[in-house]
């Protein structure tokens, strides 16, 4: 039977999608599809998600409900399901663009069995008509992309995605599969948790992007190495990521003043114009879009060799996501940040006008991008580690940090002093309070705690708190520290920390 079965597999995923083989952990996710088990999936941009859900709905009994995000992306999928297939009715989406007759005609074919995708947009799953419609049609499972959005700690949290279990109850159980691209330890429980699928079979898939180069720079006449950077890498294609509509247009104009055909990407512009650009940019018409994050989402262009960030992503989720961009084929692929202080400032700012809660998870976002931007320590090994996955290498040989090490100093006594403080002090407290106390920063909550008044208290102070954030930073990449995934970003000392104490080494 299984050989059968195995076959089977093959031979439909050759038949519809034209692959003669499955990458990575897909047939393996596919298969807890196919026997009708809750199923997670952490799976890389470019490392084929989609066809994870899209290949067992489309050998199953019933319609798989996807739920995803972005309305462009669903047109992607459904027009690429329809082109694999040769009849129409086979993928179909659900939500704001379609007028009435058109919603008919999606309805009567889910009815007369023909659809075996139907994707929605969480705001669209939760309206009733649509509740009472789906009670009357068999799910074969549902599926969640972009499950990422369910948690405040995501880098891009949706409020309506948490609404997605009590519907499934009220329409009907069926086994569920929920994919992303990113996400730290803290958003994969908290992804479980609020889809009530804490006993689901998980596929990790690593994180690490071995053609991947890194790299940050200080922030200095930016646009001048830009465009250096650029002419230096003529005809290739490369995406420029800003912060504001405004940069991007500024920054769009002067590339073009200078020759180069770059074209503008955000949410201000209309509709037609900016599916013009991307598609431009798809068909080589142009070689460089310049975008606010809004751009990206579902682009698939396997051979994007640079991804620049004009301004630092306020989260490494985000920067993760969009240096992801780069190199899909396997071939270079350089990210390159400007970094500067002023920035961080800057999304300080942005985030006044929120409610408490969420500039609280904002801040602490910001500053393991801070610690990663000035850290001097492999990039590769400080984001594998923010995802949950250890890099085992000593250099990774594709890094800024690895390729032209900043000069090092032992640190050890150092580093003794911050974990025998962290042990004195106890678990209640973040990296940015233990380093303040140890420069003797006299602080109202270190005072309310009465810290100031601790032998710790000024004990680092021939040192400032950059330099012990990346102390307490180094420690918590070599396990010597444990940061509280429950309470985000409380520290305590672990049994190696203990045992550093003892028996410190350089």
Avoid at 336 to 352: A, N, P, R, V, W
Wanted: proline residues 4%; aromatic residues 10%.
């Amino acid at each position: 039977m299984k050989q059968n079965e195995d076959s089977l597999l093959r031979e439909k995923l050759k038949e519809y999608f034209g692959f003669s083989s499955f990458k990575g952990n897909q047939e393996a996710v596919i298969r807890n599809v196919l026997s009708g088990k809750d199923t997670f999936v952490l799976m890389p941009t470019g490392g084929g998600k989609s066809l994870c859900y899209q290949l067992p709905a489309l050998l199953m009994d019933g319609v798989a409900i996807v739920i995803s995000p972005l309305i462009a992306l669903m047109k992607n999928q459904v027009d690429a399901m329809r082109t694999y297939s040769n009849d129409a009715g086979i993928a179909h989406f659900l939500n704001s663009s379609l007028n009435k007759s058109a919603v008919a005609q999606v309805r009567n074919d889910v009815l007369e069995g023909r659809t075996k995708l139907l994707y929605f947009a969480p705001e669209s799953l939760t309206k009733e008509d649509n509740v009472a419609f789906l009670r009357k049609v068999k799910v074969s499972f549902y599926a969640i992309d972009e499950a990422h959005c369910i948690s405040e700690w995501g880098h891009d949290f949706r409020p309506e995605y948490r609404r997605i279990r009590p519907i499934i109850n009220e329409i009907g159980t069926a086994p569920l599969i929920a994919l992303t691209a990113t996400a730290t330890p803290k958003v994969q429980m908290d992804i479980q948790k609020n889809l009530g699928m804490s006993d689901a079979s998980v596929f990790k898939s690593s994180f690490n992007r071995p053609n991947l180069y890194y790299e940050i720079r200080p922030k200095h006449d930016v646009d001048r190495e830009i465009i250096r950077y650029i002419k230096q890498h003529e005809g290739k294609s490369g995406i420029i990521y800003c912060l504001s509509r405004k940069k991007v247009e500024e920054l769009t104009e002067l590339l073009v003043a200078n020759g180069i055909r770059a074209l503008a990407y955000h949410a201000g512009m209309d509709a037609q114009t900016r599916a013009a650009n991307q598609d431009d940019f798809l068909m080589e018409r142009a070689d460089v879009i310049v975008a606010t994050i809004a751009f990206g989402m579902g682009i698939d262009k396997p051979d994007v060799r640079y991804v620049i960030h004009y301004d630092i992503p306020k989260s490494l989720e985000g920067y993760y996501q969009e240096t992801g961009r780069a190199g899909r084929d396997g071939g270079e692929g350089h990210c390159l940040t400007f970094y500067s202080y002023k920035d961080i400032q800057k999304l300080e700012k942005f985030m006044q006008g929120k409610p408490v809660a969420e500039q609280e998870i904002g801040k602490l976002l910001l500053l393991e991008t801070v610690s990663y931007a000035e850290s001097s320590m492999c990039r590769r090994k400080t984001l594998l580690h923010y995802f949950g996955e250890e890099y085992p290498e000593e250099n990774c040989g594709c890094c800024d940090n690895c390729l032209h090490p900043k000069p090092k100093i032992d640190a050890q006594a150092s580093l003794r002093m911050a974990l025998e403080a962290l042990r004195d002090l106890g678990d209640k407290f973040k990296a940015d309070y233990l380093a303040s106390v140890l420069v003797g920063k006299n602080t109202a909550l270190i005072k309310s705690y009465g810290h100031n008044k601790s032998e710790w208290f000024g004990a680092g102070a021939d040192h400032d708190i950059r330099y012990w954030g990346a102390v307490i930073r180094q420690a918590l990449i070599m396990g010597l520290i444990d940061k509280n995934i429950e309470n985000y970003g409380l520290l305590s000392i672990n049994t190696k920390g203990e045992e550093f104490i003892a028996a410190p080494r350089p």
